[in-house]
């Protein structure tokens, strides 16, 4: 059974990083008034290469808004799908179905560490505008982003995590990057650090009393994987993941 597709207005592009070119891009629908979907999951692109029909998945950077979405994605080198969509002018279209995917925030919430590296910042941030829109989805809660990168200059949506930081104390910013400059002020190192850090600094007791939601490259999600079931003694099922290859 063939899966209905849907019509994307481009409607705003920006560059959230010229050096890795990786862009924010938001759509509307046209046939839509309202796009329901769950904060963290994903649509699947469709578009026509070579006589053939492409598709590609790309989490929603966004929670629901209406009859609009949005992405974050970087421009993969011979990637047909990024390359279309980076090249994109504002008033394009693209198809489109879904959405899918089961990488969501649980119900009921608990306690939560978000860690996400690259473009894999794109449903945590669906996350976090969702939670953040009501009191009532995220009070008594701590809520941890670890976001992890390479260089300051691909710090994605930075802006936006500070002010909900300043806004909520139940809200935990850290940033850490692996090839950090010498004038670098913040954290150094690999997501997992970062993790460690914020698990230790809880009671015992409270140690394993929470979730965690992981979305990037494979190699970082073994590895934080690995961190919270063989050190920190969590069970598997309080890690929630999204691989990106």
């Known amino acids: ?17 010229k050096s890795s070119e990786t862009k924010h891009l938001v759509f509307s629908i046209e046939d839509m008034k309202r ?12 578009a026509p290469h070579d006589g053939k029909t ?18 974050c994605l970087n421009r993969v080198e011979e ?17 489109f179905h879904g959405p899918h995917g089961t990488f969501v925030l649980r119900n009921p919430l608990r306690d939560s560490i978000l860690i996400a590296t690259g473009t894999g910042i794109a449903p945590i941030r669906g996350f976090v505008q969702w939670l953040f829109a009501d009191e009532s989805r995220h009070q008594e809660h ?3 982003l670890v976001y992890g990168t390479r260089y300051p200059v691909d710090i994605y949506y930075k802006d ?16 850490t990057l692996s090839r ?22 809880r009671p015992e007791s409270e140690r394993t009393n929470m979730d ?12 934080t994987r690995k961190l919270l079931k063989e050190e920190l003694g969590w069970d598997r099922k309080q890690i929630i993941y999204e691989r990106y290859d």
């Open 142 to 144: 701590e809520i941890h």
């Open 35 to 46: 796009f329901d979907f769950t904060a963290g999951q994903f649509i699947s692109m469709v």
């Open 160 to 175: 936006y995590f500070d002010l909900i930081a300043h806004d909520f104390p139940n809200f935990h910013y850290v940033i």
């Open 79 to 95: 990637g047909f799908f990024s390359n279309f969509l980076c090249d994109m002018k504002e008033g394009e279209t693209v198809k």
């Open 212 to 223: 965690a939601y992981v979305c990037g490259l494979n190699d970082m999600i073994s590895a």
């Open 180 to 201: 950090a400059p010498d004038d670098w002020k913040g954290e150094r190192g690999y997501v997992q650090h970062q993790v460690r850090k914020i698990v230790m600094a």
């Open 1 to 17: 059974m063939e899966r209905p597709l849907h019509t994307a207005h481009l409607v705003h592009q920006e560059w959230l990083s």
């Open 54 to 71: 492409i598709t590609r998945a790309y989490s929603l950077a966004s929670a629901p808004r209406k009859n609009e979405f949005d992405l």
